[in-house]
C-alpha cells in the first residue's frame, strides 16, 4: 500500500500489508508507515565534499606536526646533554596528538584516504606507537642508551613524515577521482530520467492524446536537477581550480 506524491523526486510512504486464507474470515495485518526519503545527489555530493575537505585539513596538521616533532627531536637530539625528560616528554605528547588526529581519519566512513588506508592503518598501529613508546623511554634514558634511544625515535619519525606525505598525494588523486564519479552519476540520472520522459511523450503523440500532469511533473523536475549539476560542476570546478587548474 503506497502513497506516492505524484513527484517523482519527494518522499514516498510504504506500508507493508500481509493477509492470510484463513477460512472463517478475513486476516489481515499491516505494518506502521515506512518513509523513503530520496536522495539529493547535489545535497550529497556537497556533504561528501565537506567532509573530504575536513579530512584533508586534518592530514595537513598530522603532517605539519610531524615536520615540527621531526625538528623538535634532531634539536634535543643535538643538545642531549642539556636537554631535560621534560622536553623529551612534549615531544612524545606531540606524537601521541598526531596518533590520535590519524585515528580520526582512518574512521571516516568517505574513506578520504583512498588506496592509502592500508598503509596508514598500519602506519597506525605500528610506527606511531612505536615513536611514541621510544619518545617516552628516552627521556628516562641516561648515556649510551638515551643517545640509541633518541637515533632510533627520529628515524621512526621520518620514516612516518614520508609516508605522510606521500598518502597525502595519493588521497588528492583520490579525491579528484571521487568527485569526477559523482558527477557522472547526477549526469547518468539525467539522462535516464530524460530517457523516460520522452519515450512517455512519443507514447502521447502516437495515441493523439494530452499530456498527462505527472508527465509535466517529471520533467519539472528534471529540469531542477538538471540545475543542481550545473551548479555541481560549477563548484567543483572552482575546487579543482585551485588543485589541478590544467585538469
Keep these: 500500500n ?3 506524491t505524484g513527484l517523482p523526486w519527494l518522499n514516498i510512504v510504504l506500508r507493508v500489508v500481509a493477509k492470510d486464507n484463513y477460512p472463517y474470515g478475513d486476516r489481515r495485518t499491516q505494518s506502521s508507515a515506512v518513509l523513503f526519503e530520496p536522495v539529493n545527489m547535489t545535497n550529497a555530493l556537497q556533504k561528501e565534499a565537506a567532509e573530504m575537505a575536513a579530512a584533508a585539513t586534518t592530514l595537513g596538521k598530522i603532517i605539519a606536526l610531524q615536520k615540527q616533532n621531526v625538528t623538535d627531536t634532531a634539536k634535543l637530539k ?8 621534560e ?3 612534549e615531544t612524545a605528547a606531540i606524537q ?3 596518533r590520535q588526529l590519524t585515528g580520526k581519519i582512518l574512521q571516516s566512513p568517505r574513506n578520504p584516504l583512498g588506496g592509502m588506508t592500508t598503509p596508514v592503518k598500519k602506519l597506525y598501529t605500528e610506527e606511531m606507537q612505536e615513536a611514541i613508546a621510544k619518545l617516552k623511554e628516552t627521556a628516562d634514558a641516561k648515556g649510551e642508551a638515551k643517545a640509541k634511544l633518541a ?3 627520529l628515524a621512526i619519525e621520518e620514516s612516518i613524515l614520508r609516508k605522510l606525505t606521500y598518502a597525502e598525494a595519493v588521497a588528492d588523486k583520490s579525491k579528484t577521482a571521487k568527485k569526477i ?3 557522472l552519476s547526477l549526469l547518468q540520472n539525467l539522462i535516464k530520467g530524460e530517457t523516460k520522459v520522452l519515450a512517455a511523450t512519443d507514447d502521447y503523440l502516437k495515441k493523439s492524446a494530452p ?4 508527465l509535466v511533473d517529471q520533467q ?5 536537477d538538471l540545475t543542481e549539476f550545473v551548479k555541481a560542476c560549477q563548484d567543483e570546478a572552482r575546487t579543482l581550480e585551485g588543485t589541478d587548474k590544467k585538469f
Design 2 to 4: 503506497a502513497a506516492n
Design 78 to 85: 643535538e643538545a642531549m646533554a642539556v636537554a631535560t625528560a
Design 87 to 89: 622536553q623529551w616528554g
Design 96 to 98: 601521541a596528538e598526531i
Design 151 to 153: 637515533d632510533d625515535s
Design 181 to 183: 564519479s559523482g558527477l
Design 211 to 214: 499530456v498527462g500532469k505527472p
Design 220 to 224: 519539472d523536475g528534471l529540469a531542477a
